[in-house]
Structures are given as C-alpha cells and as structure tokens.
C-alpha cells in the first residue's frame, strides 16, 4: 500500500461506504455481495441506532449449533460464526448473550472484544480488558487479531501470527465499526475455490478499509467455520462444502422476535489458551496450550 493510498483511504474513511446494490433485509438492515476477480465477499451493514433491531450472542445452552440452526432458532435477519472454540464448543474469550456473561468465560487481554449495547457497538482491542464488562455491554462476542485500528488497516508485516494463518488465503469471517460508531458490519469472505481463495489477514483489513467505511474491525473465526445467515438462507459457500458447528454467533434479530434468557447457565468454560489459531480452527484446549484440533479446515 503506498503512502497516497493510506493518506486516501484515511482521508475517507467513515464517511461513505462503496456505493453499490445493497439489499435491505430489514429496518436498518442492508446485504451486498461483492464479486470481484478472485474475490467473492458478503457484507451486511447494520444500523445500530434504529429502533426496530438488536444485536444479539449465543446463549450457553445453544454453543455448537451451526450457524443456520441458531439463527432459526432466534428468526435472525442475519448470523454469522463468532469466536475460536475447543472440542467442546467452548469459545475462547469473552461471550455475553441474552442469559448474561458466560460462566469461566472473561476478556483476559488474549483476544479483541465486539461488544454491543443498546444503539451502541464498538470493538474493544486486547489492550482494553473490560473485566467484569462496562454495564452498557449488552453482548459481546471476542476474536483475533485486530484488523483495522483507529481507521488504519494493520499490514502483513504488522498483523501478529504465523504465515499459514496470517498470511496465506483463507475464508475469514469479521465485524467492524463506522468512524461514528452507528454502523456495525459483518463480512464473510469465501475461500477454498480457484475462483474465490479468500483473503488474507491484510486483504481482509485493507478490503473493509476502503471498500466500507470500517474504522475499527476484528478477524473472528474463519475457515469452515465461516457462515453467514441473511434471511433466510445461508449465502455464501462454506469451505468445507457443509456447515461447520461453532461454539458462538452473532446475529441481528427484530425487537420483537427476542426472546431473553430461556435457559439457565451453568457449569464453566476453560479458556487458557496462548497460542494463535489457524484459519477456521476449532481449538483444543490443554492446560496453558491451544492446541488446532486435526479436523482444521483450509
């Protein structure tokens, strides 16, 4: 990237977002898919202050439903996968739904933070430890690394983590922020195909950089993990040629099809863990060691 380019895409970002074909979806609710040579990217742009819609995380009792199953469940406009999870479906980080903070689970340092509360969104970086969560912080869903910060698209030099997951082409899975903090957007991009290998980690910044209005963004799980829910189907193409179960989701619901808390919470979740995932990896975790389960996918 050359110095005039980042001066440009500084110079705008948050003010506009790529014009194009969105689709509404619903109330502050829009969908657009761009295809592009060697690229095939779903983007949904959501308006956090409208009154008619909430963001929304997985409930304990749902950990491990696939991505369209949890969004039936909750007559989600929108879902996508969320954090890195063991074999048992435990994330990694920090999770808040409906039924409140997820017992074992807290925001350590190790991951990125995509907290929620009513009209509000941001992401919170590793160095912003919210332990216990600010009260506002309605739903959290945690990943990594950072992508963009303070509307500065981190590069591959810069993005922490080995070559074969940082940077070589994967199916990625992330959610930003616009510079006024009202827009939230969630962005899948496929991989796995000769047409579509993915992105990434720098592509996947400098995409929602400059093709969105993303001032803040975090790379959540990707891989076959990588699903996105609009409507009523499953939009793009999962790497694994079938969904993936995952341990958490985020999703946009209306108002008046949430349901609150509906199961109690209970036992703990371990999340010790220091090692990087790669893409799309379910992660055993051991003791201190994050270990990616053989069933990993590319």
Request: proline share 5%; charged share 20%.
């Amino acid at each position: 990237m050359t110095a005039k380019v980042l001066h440009l895409i500084l110079f705008f970002c948050a003010t506009t977002a790529l014009a194009g074909d969105w689709t509404a979806v619903a109330p502050g609710v829009d969908y657009q898919e761009f295809v592009e040579d060697k690229i095939d990217v779903h983007v949904v742009r959501v308006d956090v202050s409208n009154d008619h819609i909430m963001v929304i995380s997985t409930r304990q009792s749902e950990k491990g439903l696939k991505v369209s199953d949890y969004a039936k469940k909750n007559s989600a406009l929108v879902a996508v996968n969320g954090d890195y999870f063991d074999d048992k479906f435990n994330p990694i980080g920090l999770v808040i739904g409906p039924c409140g903070q997820w017992p074992g689970t807290r925001d350590t340092g190790r991951e990125g933070v995509l907290a929620a509360g009513t009209h509000r969104v941001e992401v919170r970086t590793q160095s912003e430890v919210m332990d216990p969560p600010e009260p506002w912080v309605e739903t959290a869903v945690s990943g990594w690394p950072l992508l963009i910060r303070n509307c500065v698209p981190l590069s591959a030099t810069t993005l922490p983590g080995s070559d074969a997951f940082t940077r070589a082409p994967h199916a990625r899975t992330a959610a930003g922020v616009s510079k006024d903090g009202k827009t939230l957007y969630l962005v899948v991009a496929d991989g796995g195909r000769a047409n579509a290998p993915g992105f990434t980690l720098a592509e996947l910044a400098a995409f929602m950089s400059s093709r969105l209005d993303a001032r803040w963004a975090l790379n959540l799980d990707g891989g076959g993990s990588s699903a996105m829910w609009v409507g009523d189907h499953i939009v793009n193409r999962p790497s694994d040629g079938v969904e993936r179960r995952v341990g958490d989701h985020l999703a946009v619901i209306l108002k008046t099809d949430y349901t609150g808390c509906d199961a109690p919470m209970t036992g703990t979740t371990t999340t010790k863990a220091t090692a990087q995932p790669r893409a799309g990896s379910a992660v055993a975790v051991r003791g201190t060691e994050r270990q990616v389960a053989i069933h990993a996918a590319h």
